[in-house]
């Protein structure tokens, strides 16, 4: 068995076998991700449910898949809570028991307790460098999503504005309805 204590190659850490804790390859280390709570878990289900309902025939969006990418010259192996790719970058064709290969279009994370909100802008940062499109932060303490691209500042959607992104044309959410749909509200 390999330690989460040393050092890892991609493979070794791909390697490491599944169990209750999910990990994040970060400049060669396996970090545990904070485990999740009430409120993140309802909003991740809502968001996959929402967002599976609009990308039928377009992509997939999968719950806590990981994703090989780069980071400061580095393998970075991060967990979304949520991806969401197209058939345009990952072919409906591919279907395979492994790690998502190429940067997806949208990732979401949620933010759980004791986490902050500029540790997921620092995050963010490295995912727009890494390829990935559209980043969306949901706070269910503020009941808000910040939506972040790369080719404009951050943008937080709050009661029943509509989240509305040319990128992801004709998804259309607002907070109240993920909220409603998570029981939330």
């Not at 192996?77 to 492994?98: A, F, G, M």
């Not at 997921?120 to 995912?127: G, V």
């Not at 932060?137 to 959607?157: A, L």
């Not at 992801?168 to 409603?180: A, Q, S």
């Amino acid at each position: 068995m390999v330690s989460i204590k040393n050092k890892l190659t991609l493979q070794k850490f791909l390697d490491l076998p599944t169990g209750d804790i999910n990990y994040e390859l970060v400049n060669g280390y396996a970090i545990p991700k904070v485990s999740p709570k009430y409120f993140h878990s309802t909003l991740q289900s809502a968001l996959l449910l929402l967002i599976h309902t609009w990308c039928k025939g377009k992509g997939r969006v999968v719950s806590e898949w990981t994703i090989i990418l780069q980071r400061q010259g580095e393998n970075w192996v991060p967990v979304p809570d949520l991806t969401y790719i197209s058939y345009q970058r990952l072919p409906k064709s591919w279907k395979r028991n492994e790690a998502c290969p190429i940067a997806p279009e949208l990732v979401i994370e949620i933010i759980s307790p004791g986490q902050t909100s500029k540790q997921f802008a620092d995050k963010t940062t490295d995912y727009f460098k890494a390829g990935v499109s559209r980043v969306w932060v949901v706070d269910p303490e503020t009941v808000s999503i910040e939506v972040f691209s790369t080719d404009s500042i951050s943008q937080i959607y709050i009661d029943t504005m509509p989240i509305i992104d040319t990128f992801l044309p004709g998804l259309e959410l607002t907070v109240n309805k993920v909220f409603e749909e998570a029981g939330l509200m």
